[in-house]
Nanobody, 124 residues
Framework: QVQLVESGGGLVQAGGSLRLSCAASGRPFSFYAMSWFRQAPGKHREFVAAITSSGGGTNYAESVKGRFTISRDSANNRMYLQMNSLKPEDTGVYYC?????????????????WGQGTQVTVSS
């Protein structure tokens, strides 16, 4: 099991940027593919972005392609989500998650370990 802690959320105006961070501890970070999911009030949790265990592959939801960038620093057990050109519809609680499958899967079911989430609010 790996423990995950998100940070970096906050309130930002539309068009602004935020950088989320996910700190991992426990089992070796490099074993895990990592992802970001988000959940808006009254909606299901949805996939945002994922990165393979090696960092060589990424996957993005269509709604964030070209605006968000996922990356990882395995030496420091951290993963990041750079969010640019934010829109009000990006508002929600953002969760990082870890999967032993190693690939950048989009299914929440494939991720066993989850953080507590960080709130992102984008005002119009």
């Amino acid at each position: 099991q790996v423990q995950l802690v998100e940070s970096g959320g906050g309130l930002v105006q539309a068009g602004g940027s935020l950088r989320l961070s996910c700190a991992a501890s426990g089992r070796p970070f490099s074993f895990y593919a990592m992802s970001w999911f988000r959940q808006a009030p009254g909606k299901h949790r949805e996939f945002v972005a994922a990165i393979t265990s090696s960092g060589g592959g990424t996957n993005y939801a269509e709604s964030v392609k070209g605006r968000f960038t996922i990356s990882r620093d395995s030496a420091n057990n951290r993963m990041y989500l750079q969010m640019n050109s934010l829109k009000p519809e990006d508002t929600g609680v953002y969760y990082c998650a870890a999967s032993r499958l190693g690939r950048a899967t989009v299914r929440a079911y494939d991720y066993r370990d989850w953080g507590q989430g960080t709130q992102v609010t984008v005002s119009s």
